[in-house]
């Protein structure tokens, strides 16, 4: 299978050069998980889209530091491309900005949460369960870091996991699509880089709490299962 990666932003040269950059983490993630697959990253935020819906098998959206809400030429690009996604019935997973900008496209609406910010690792509760999720887990935990949220779903959206802080926090769309607030793809030392960098305007409480919570366990990998076999891989 040949996944393509819609990398929406990038890391910082300093944490690019330890971690690499957002697809390579991805890449790195599935790799132990589906040893055959491909990979094809599309840095759709300095323009460069797919000429086809049918370029790849499946489809991957990134996390961002931009909001799906932004005047950007490029935003507005990917969204008409993720409709085109949609209605084509191509398997496509969404992360973060990823996850908004799939709810976005569809119909919904994401704004600057006044819940502030989640960082570190945030725990949600599968409400229902799929066949896709082998091996089960009532509940997850993956490492965040965003203030944006998702406020009102798209009428094809269906919630799959929740909490109190983040109400709509995986969403899965007909069979082909799904979305995740959390990132898999982070290992917990990157997060923990940057956020004791300072340097995204987090509260020191939130980053405080953030830090404290990198010392349990991730799901990370068990939600990259998930995906692989969401997605036919």
């Given at each position: 299978?040949k996944?393509?990666?819609?990398?929406?932003?990038?890391?910082?040269?300093?944490?690019a050069?330890?971690?690499?950059?957002?697809?390579?983490?991805?890449?790195?993630?599935?790799?132990?998980?589906?040893?055959d697959?491909?990979?094809?990253?599309?840095?759709?935020?300095?323009?460069?889209?797919?000429?086809?819906?049918?370029?790849?098998?499946?489809?991957?959206?990134?996390?961002?530091?931009?909001?799906?809400?932004?005047?950007?030429?490029?935003?507005?690009?990917?969204?008409?491309?993720?409709v085109?996604?949609?209605?084509?019935?191509?398997?496509?997973?969404?992360?973060?900005?990823?996850?908004?900008?799939?709810?976005?496209?569809?119909?919904?609406s994401?704004?600057?949460?006044?819940?502030?910010?989640?960082?570190?690792?945030?725990?949600?509760?599968?409400?229902?369960?799929?066949?896709?999720?082998?091996?089960?887990?009532?509940?997850?935990?993956?490492?965040?870091?965003?203030?944006?949220?998702?406020?009102?779903?798209?009428?094809?959206?269906?919630?799959?996991?929740?909490?109190?802080?983040?109400?709509?926090?995986?969403?899965?769309?007909?069979?082909?699509?799904?979305?995740?607030?959390?990132?898999?793809?982070?290992?917990?030392?990157?997060?923990r880089?940057?956020?004791?960098?300072?340097?995204?305007?987090?509260?020191?409480?939130?980053?405080?709490?953030?830090?404290?919570?990198?010392?349990?366990?991730?799901?990370?990998?068990?939600?990259?299962?998930?995906?692989?076999?969401?997605?036919?891989?």
């Amino acid at each position: 299978m040949k996944l393509g990666i819609l990398q929406c932003d990038d890391t910082s040269p300093e944490t690019a050069a330890r971690f690499g950059n957002y697809g390579g983490m991805f890449e790195k993630a599935f790799h132990p998980v589906v040893p055959d697959m491909t990979f094809h990253r599309y840095r759709v935020h300095d323009g460069n889209l797919p000429d086809s819906v049918d370029a790849c098998d499946a489809w991957l959206i990134s996390g961002s530091k931009y909001g799906v809400y932004d005047q950007k030429t490029w935003v507005g690009a990917l969204i008409r491309f993720v409709v085109q996604l949609y209605e084509a019935g191509k398997k496509t997973l969404g992360v973060c900005f990823g996850h908004q900008l799939m709810a976005q496209a569809l119909g919904g609406s994401v704004e600057l949460s006044d819940k502030g910010w989640g960082v570190g690792l945030m725990e949600n509760r599968v409400i229902i369960q799929k066949n896709w999720m082998e091996p089960f887990q009532s509940y997850l935990s993956l490492l965040a870091c965003h203030q944006d949220q998702i406020v009102r779903i798209p009428s094809c959206a269906k919630v799959i996991a929740s909490s109190a802080f983040c109400p709509y926090y995986m969403l899965q769309y007909g069979e082909h699509f799904l979305g995740v607030q959390g990132h898999p793809e982070f290992d917990p030392e990157y997060l923990r880089v940057i956020l004791m960098a300072g340097q995204l305007g987090i509260p020191d409480t939130s980053i405080e709490k953030g830090l404290i919570s990198l010392y349990r366990e991730s799901h990370g990998k068990l939600m990259i299962q998930w995906m692989a076999r969401f997605i036919g891989a």
